[in-house]
């Protein structure tokens, strides 16, 4: 079964640190891109960060460039993102998501719907 179990969430003051990681397991993690969202309440969800396999891109949202740090570990089936000088406007529940290439190019998406495999999420409060 296809699993992605995101942990690393908590409760930060702002300007403080956090650091998510999500472990994938049931398909073959580095053949997929890989990207985080985030959804606060009432709202829909909203791409973070991103890694594309072939080209190799990250992106992050212009919200949080500058702040956040993704990585990817192939070996250990893992997807990272640090996040530091968190701010009130970043908390919400953060979910890992796994994109299936569906052509030899496939540059990074945005778009929730195309990725297949999402994670349970992980909550995020920062508060002021």
């Known amino acids: 079964d296809v699993q992605l179990q995101a942990f690393g969430g908590g409760l930060v003051q702002a300007g403080g640190s956090l650091r998510l990681s999500c472990a994938a397991s049931?398909?073959?993690?580095?053949?997929?891109?890989m990207s985080w969202f985030r959804q606060a309440p009432g709202k829909g969800p909203e791409w973070v960060s991103g890694?594309?396999?072939?080209?190799?891109?990250?992106g992050y949202a212009a919200s949080v460039k500058g702040r956040f740090t993704l990585s990817r570990d192939n070996a250990k089936n893992t997807l990272s993102l640090q996040m530091n000088s968190l701010k009130p406007e970043d908390t919400g529940a953060y979910y890992c998501?796994?994109?299936?290439?569906?052509?030899?190019?496939?540059?990074?998406?945005?778009?929730?719907?195309?990725?297949?495999?999402w994670g349970q999420g992980t909550q995020v409060t920062v508060s002021s």
């Open positions: 890694i594309s396999v072939s080209p190799r891109q990250t």
């Open positions: 049931g398909f073959m993690f580095g053949s997929y891109d």
């Open positions: 998501a796994a994109r299936p290439r569906r052509s030899v190019i496939q540059y990074l998406s945005h778009q929730a719907d195309e990725y297949g495999y």
